[in-house]
T-cell receptor
């Protein structure tokens, strides 16, 4: 089955800096790569996703890049703010009934 | 429109006790999922239901059973709880037509002593 590795496990940045989280996946048939943000005590919420026919997607301060050949994708957050502090999960899927395989998560802390 | 709701929010069980976690969605979604979240291990799929009347095992199904009661509801049952099942459990749903966004409930924090 699919295996998703996510790095780093923790990331600490100063407000205004950029943050980058990277993921690799193993199943070349995967074609959907979402990123979820989880705030303390809540369920994960989708912040951006990308499909395999696209190399990059942006939404205001967040962007995701995908390299299908190398089987890796990354989340980029620019001009970080304290409210960006949360746990971020990458995932891969699209091969079976919407099933997703998640990475281990990254705890992002943005210091004011 | 409440989205995905889960009950209870918190539960403490003794080893060997049984319980059912309830999940309901009001988005008319076809597919529903149960995950467990443990520190450093992300979200792991326990069971999923691609459509009403069908259920399939995920990555970590041992010790659990599920029921897709109707299109709205998908329950997770622990028949004989073990300390290794201490975790936060999330239910999610999606429209199931291929790959797309999953919507998550608020979670149930379960402790087994």
């Amino acid at each position: 089955g699919e295996n998703v590795e996510q790095h780093p496990s923790t990331l600490s940045v100063q407000e205004g800096d950029s943050a980058v989280i990277k993921c690799t996946y193993s199943d070349s048939a995967s074609n959907y790569f979402p990123w979820y943000k989880q705030e303390l005590g809540k369920g994960p919420q989708l912040i951006i996703d990308i499909r395999s026919n696209v190399g990059e997607k942006k939404d205001q301060r967040i962007a995701v890049t995908l390299n299908k050949t190398a089987k890796h994708f990354s989340l980029h957050i620019t001009e970080t703010q304290p409210e960006d502090s949360a746990v971020y999960f990458c995932a891969a899927g699209g091969t079976s009934y919407g099933k997703l395989t998640f990475g281990q998560g990254t705890i992002l802390t943005v210091h004011p | 429109n409440a989205g995905v709701t889960q009950t209870p929010k918190f539960q403490v069980l003794k080893t060997g006790q049984s319980m059912t976690l309830q999940c309901a969605q009001d988005m008319n979604h076809n597919s529903m999922y149960w995950y467990r979240q443990d520190p450093g291990m992300g979200l792991r799929l326990i069971y999923y239901s691609a459509s009403e009347g069908t259920t399939d095992k995920g990555e970590v199904p041992n010790g659990y059973n599920v029921s897709r009661l109707n299109k709205r509801e998908f329950s997770l049952r622990l028949e004989s709880a073990a300390p290794s099942q201490t975790s936060v459990y999330f239910c999610a749903s999606s429209d199931g037509t291929g790959a797309g966004e999953q919507y998550f409930g608020p979670g149930t924090r379960l402790t087994v002593t």
